[in-house]
Nanobody
Framework: QVQLVESGGGLVQPGGSLRLSCAASGFALDDYAIGWFRQAPGKKREGVLCISSSDRTTYYTDSVKGRFTISRDNAKNTVYLQMNSVKPEDTAVYYC??????????????WGQGTQVTVSS
């Protein structure tokens, strides 16, 4: 059974850092593109960034460029979202998703349950 489990969310002060993890089970994560999405209160879910199976990063949101990075550890079947210099507007539920193929242009196939990130002083 394909499963994605996010962890690492919580409360962080503006300007701080947080690393989210997305642990996959039921499939080999390194064969697929994996993306991070987020949904703020009252807003639609938006794509943040994606990493292809060849480790190419695609940013969907300009506001996180230079602050967020995505990486994968295939041995642990886990993808990470490193969030630096966080801002209050980064507050959202963050979801990881496995695409149906190796590229970030593929359709999303599976979603995690989400992890809450709150940026506040």
């Amino acid at each position: 059974q394909v499963q994605l489990v996010e962890s690492g969310g919580g409360l962080v002060q503006p300007g701080g850092s947080l690393r989210l993890s997305c642990a996959a089970s039921g499939f080999a994560l390194d064969d697929y593109a994996i993306g991070w999405f987020r949904q703020a209160p009252g807003k639609k879910r938006e794509g943040v960034l994606c990493i292809s199976s060849s480790d190419r990063t695609t940013y969907y949101t300009d506001s996180v460029k230079g602050r967020f990075t995505i990486s994968r550890d295939n041995a642990k079947n886990t993808v990470y979202l490193q969030m630096n210099s966080v801002k209050p507007e980064d507050t959202a539920v963050y979801y990881c998703a496995a695409y149906g193929g190796s590229r970030c242009l593929s359709a999303v196939g599976s979603w995690g349950q989400g992890t809450q990130v709150t940026v506040s002083s």
